[in-house]
Every structure is written in structure tokens, then in C-alpha cells.
């Protein structure tokens, strides 16, 4: 199983960069994670959001963020809305179930003496 997280959305923050004091660089970034397997892809309710300056190019940690940026970033999470939740089946979980179906048929139609191999 794989779990990787897409890219959603980015706000751009006005608040002061903990680092390098810039106005204009602070950016939110909201992901969700996917889990994916062999079978199946399936977009999860699991959201990370993630605040990076781009004028210092530094990741702000949450240890670092200011009231100011959390009541902001509070907010802004309060305001996103995820992806909703999906489950898909790959390509070779419907050859898999299609040939499982023919199987069964044929195995229906020999059993009912129907066909005679
Ligand atoms: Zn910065």
C-alpha cells in the first residue's frame, strides 16, 4: 500500500514570516493524502496543511507560528473544503472481477450440463 498526498489548494498569508519578517512570501498549502494499492485509489478525509515561506524558502513549523498566523490559518482551514472522500477500482481489479464472473458462469453452465467440455 502506498499513501501519497496530493496538492489542493494554496492561500497566500499576509502575516509577517516568523524567519525573514517578509509580508508577501508565507504560503498554506493544503494536501490530502491518497492511499493506493495494486487494486484500487482511494482520496482520503486525511488533510495536512503545510505553511512555507517562499522569500526565504524556509517550512514554517507550527512550533514557530505566531497567534496571528494561527487565528489566520485556523480560519483558513475552517473555510477549505477537502476533496470529498472516493474509492476507485484500477483497471485490472475489473479484468479480475470480469473474468471471476465468466468463471462462475461457465462453471454454472458445466454443472448444470449446459456445455460439455
Ligand atoms: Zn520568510
Redesign the pocket.
Known sequence: MNNSYIHIQTETLNNN??????TD??QLNFSQKITETRFYKAVTNDVICELR??????D?FPVRWTDDIERIIGYKKKAFTPKSKSFKLKRITWIFLIILDILVLLGILLAAGVIKI
Do not use: R, Y
Not at 514570516?17 to 517578509?22: G, K, L, R, T
Not at 515561506?53 to 524556509?58: A, L, Q, R, W
Open positions: 514570516c516568523p524567519e525573514c519578517f517578509s512570501g508565507l515561506c517562499k522569500v526565504c524558502d524556509t514554517i
